[in-house]
């Protein structure tokens, strides 16, 4: 047994899901552009929020050709980095990609609302509301697929 420095060290990280995705507070942060981080997944948060801003400013495709393919970029990360997973895994009906590119549309969308209507407005706390339900859904499936609980589907090519 080492003995003590006295020199606090950081805890060990045991759960698999809290070093392998980016927390839901950390893909928020990157859609807002406020601390994007190195982390794959945050930085295409953080283009997938850049996406959203523009379609509040102007028309755009609701499904332009740049946001299949930053979903596809995150499923590929997910399959080059998840483990596999296991054989009696339940399917998500949804990829990564588009899970993350829904909460950037959400995360837009609150904040615009708080910053054009009233704070007291129905509609503003509905948005900030929904948005928390997609930051759990998110931490709960990427916390199943580090366990290898969840599969994911990957998004379809063009």
């Not at 499904?63 to 296991?86: F, I, K, T």
């Not at 995360?107 to 928390?132: G, I, K, N």
Request: glycine share 4%; net charge neutral.
């Amino acid at each position: 047994m080492r003995p003590s420095t006295g020199i606090p060290r950081p805890a060990r990280i045991t759960d698999p899901a809290e070093s392998l995705f980016p927390t839901g507070e950390a893909l928020l942060s990157a859609i807002r552009g406020h601390h994007i981080g190195p982390h794959p997944l945050t930085q295409i948060a953080y283009r997938f929020g850049q996406l959203h801003q523009q379609r509040l400013r102007g028309p755009a495709c609701p499904r332009c050709p740049y946001r299949s393919e930053l979903s596809r970029q995150a499923d590929l990360w997910v399959v080059e980095h998840a483990p596999p997973p296991h054989p009696d895994a339940v399917l998500h009906s949804e990829s990564l990609g588009t899970v993350i590119d829904r909460l950037a549309a959400q995360q837009v969308r609150a904040y615009h609302l708080l910053m054009t209507a009233e704070p007291s407005d129905p509609e503003v706390h509905a948005a900030w509301y929904r948005l928390a339900e997609l930051i759990d859904d998110y931490t709960d499936l990427t916390t199943a697929v580090a366990h290898r609980a969840r599969r994911l589907p990957r998004t379809p090519c063009p």
